[in-house]
C-alpha cells in the first residue's frame, strides 16, 4: 500500500510486514545547454533614418494662374520634365515690347553713330565746332547705353517667360502638388510640390565616439574605413537586402551626446526604403573570434535587467546576472556573467527557482527553447 503525504512525501507499506517510511523528495526535471564560445562577428546596431541624397522643392518664380498640373501625385519624374504651366499671354507680351524697344534703340544708336561719324569727319575740315562733335559723342554713348538697357530688359522678359514652364530640376519621386490649375501662383506661395530622388539613398545614425573607435580599430585591421558596409533592418523586423556603404563621418561631436552622425550611401532599385524612415543600421566586423553565446530561451528579463539559471556541480539552482551584446542566429553574445561550460536552464525554468535541487538533461542545440 502506497500514500502520499504532504509535501510530496511519498509513503511506503509493505504488505505483512511492518510499516516503514521512506523520505524521497519529487525532482524537478530540467534542460540545460551548456554556454560555448562560437566564432562571432561582433556588430553595432544604431537608430538610423532614411534621407533623399537629393530633395527639391519646387516653387513659382512668377505670378500668374496656373494653366497646367502636367504630373501624376506620386509618379516617378525626370530631369527637365514639365510639371506646371503658368499663363503664358502677358509673359510674351512682355517679350514683345522688349524687343520692340531694343529694335528702335538699336536704330536710335546706329543713328547717333552715324552722327557723330560725319562731326569727327567736319571737325577735321574745320566745318564743325568741338562742342559739336562732343555733343555728338555725347549722345552716341547715350544711344550705346539705351541699346544696352533695352537689351537687358529683353533678355529678363524671355527668362520670366521661361518661368512659366515649372520643370523638373532633379530625377526622383513627386509628392502631393499645393496647388490645381486656375490658382493664381506666386514667389511666396510657397512649395507647389516637392520632388526626392530614390535610389540610391542615405541612412543617417548617430554613433558614439566609444563605438566608433572600436570600428576603425577594426577596419584598420580589415583594410581601412573606405570598406565599412552597413546593413539595415526593417521596422518590421525585415533584413533589407541591399547593402549601404559608409560614406561620411560628421566632424563635429554633439556635446550634449558625445556621438557624431555618420552616413551610408543605400541602393534603392526596388523603391523600398522612403525618404524620413526609420531604420536599424548595422555595421558588422569581417573578421570572426571566439565569443561566448547562450541561448535565447535561458534568458530571463526583470526591473534590474537580463539573468539565467545555471545548474551548478551540486545539481541545485544558481540565479547569475547577465550581460548579453548583440543577437547571433538564435544565441545571444554574453559580454559578463556567465563562463563558457555552465549549463544554462533552457527548458523548465518556470518550473524552479533559485537553490532548489534538479535533475538535469543536456539537450542539443537544435532542442533549446
Known amino acids: 500500500m502506497a500514500g502520499v503525504g504532504a509535501a510530496g512525501w511519498i509513503m511506503l507499506r509493505h504488505s505483512g510486514g511492518p510499516t516503514q517510511a521512506a523520505a524521497v523528495e519529487a525532482v524537478p526535471a530540467v534542460g540545460v545547454q551548456p554556454v560555448v564560445a562560437k566564432g562571432v562577428n561582433q556588430s553595432f546596431e544604431f537608430v538610423g533614418h532614411v534621407k533623399a541624397v537629393e530633395k527639391v522643392d519646387v516653387r513659382a518664380r512668377v505670378e500668374g494662374f496656373l494653366e497646367k498640373v502636367l504630373f501624376r501625385e506620386g509618379q516617378d519624374v525626370k530631369a527637365g520634365d514639365l510639371l506646371y504651366q503658368i499663363e503664358k ?41 568741338a562742342a ?14 539705351r541699346m544696352l538697357q533695352m537689351k537687358a530688359a529683353l533678355v529678363q522678359a524671355e527668362v520670366n517667360l521661361g518661368y512659366t514652364d515649372i520643370r523638373s530640376p532633379i530625377d526622383g519621386r513627386i509628392g502631393r502638388t499645393a496647388y490645381t490649375a486656375g490658382n493664381l501662383v506666386n514667389p511666396a506661395s510657397g512649395v507647389l510640390a516637392t520632388i526626392v530622388s530614390q535610389d540610391p539613398v542615405y541612412v543617417q545614425f548617430p554613433v558614439s565616439v566609444r563605438d566608433l573607435e572600436i570600428i576603425r580599430e577594426a577596419r584598420r585591421r580589415e583594410g581601412g574605413l573606405a570598406k565599412v558596409e552597413i546593413r539595415l533592418r526593417l521596422s518590421n523586423g525585415r533584413d533589407y537586402p541591399e547593402r549601404g556603404t559608409w560614406n561620411f563621418t560628421d566632424p563635429q561631436v554633439s556635446p550634449h551626446t558625445d556621438s557624431l552622425l555618420m552616413r551610408g550611401t543605400v541602393p ?62 538564435a544565441d545571444m553574445l554574453v559580454l559578463s556573467g556567465l563562463r563558457e561550460g555552465d549549463l544554462v536552464i533552457v527548458d523548465g525554468i518556470q518550473k524552479v527557482r533559485p537553490g532548489q535541487t534538479v535533475r538535469e538533461t543536456v539537450l542539443s542545440a537544435d532542442a533549446g527553447g
Not at 555733343?135 to 547705353?145: C, S
Not at 526583470?302 to 547577465?322: F, N, P, T, W
Open 89 to 129: 499671354i502677358q509673359f510674351q507680351a512682355l517679350v514683345d515690347q522688349a524687343r520692340a524697344n531694343l529694335v528702335a534703340a538699336e536704330a536710335t544708336a546706329v543713328n547717333a553713330k552715324l552722327d557723330h561719324t560725319r562731326a569727327v569727319e567736319l571737325g577735321k575740315q574745320n566745318f564743325s565746332s
Open 132 to 145: 559739336h562733335v562732343d555733343h555728338a559723342q555725347a549722345a552716341l554713348a547715350t544711344a550705346t547705353g
Open 268 to 329: 534603392n532599385p526596388e523603391r523600398a526604403l522612403s525618404d524620413g524612415q526609420f531604420v536599424t543600421a548595422i555595421i558588422q566586423e569581417r573578421r570572426e573570434e571566439p565569443k561566448l553565446v547562450v541561448p535565447h530561451a535561458a534568458l530571463q528579463v526583470d526591473q534590474s535587467g537580463y539573468y539565467a539559471l545555471i545548474v551548478d556541480g551540486e545539481h541545485k539552482v544558481q540565479q547569475r546576472r547577465v550581460r548579453v551584446g548583440a543577437k547571433h542566429e
